[in-house]
Nanobody
């Protein structure tokens, strides 16, 4: 079992930045690929970014490349999502997830999920 707890969400003005953190506990964190997803108001949960267990490989939703950066610190059992140049349409609940498979954009590939952290971007 892996427990995931997100933090770092909040209210920010358009153009601002936030860094989300996801702290993991339980089984060896470094064994898992990690992902970030989000669910905006009235929308389905969508892929944001993912990172390999080693940190050497990453993947991003095409629309977010260049603004969002995923990283991880296996010594701290934490994965991060740096979000820059935020837009009102980035408003969503952001979830981190852990996968025993290779990094994936598919929700079904992830075995464990956090409870989410709210990000609100005002115009």
């Amino acid at each position: 079992q892996v427990q995931l707890v997100e933090s770092g969400g909040g209210l920010v003005q358009a153009g601002g930045s936030l860094r989300l953190s996801c702290a993991a506990s339980g089984r060896t964190f470094s064994m898992y690929a990690m992902g970030w997803f989000r669910r905006g108001p009235g929308l389905e949960r969508e892929f944001v970014a993912a990172i390999r267990w080693s940190g050497a490989g990453t993947d991003y939703a095409d629309s977010l490349k260049g603004r969002f950066t995923i990283s991880r610190d296996n010594a701290k059992n934490t994965v991060y999502l740096q979000m820059n140049s935020l837009k009102p349409e980035d408003t969503a609940v952001y979830y981190c997830a852990a996968s025993t498979e290779r990094i994936s954009r598919m929700r079904v590939s992830y075995n464990y999920w956090g409870q989410g952290t709210q990000v609100t971007v005002s115009s």
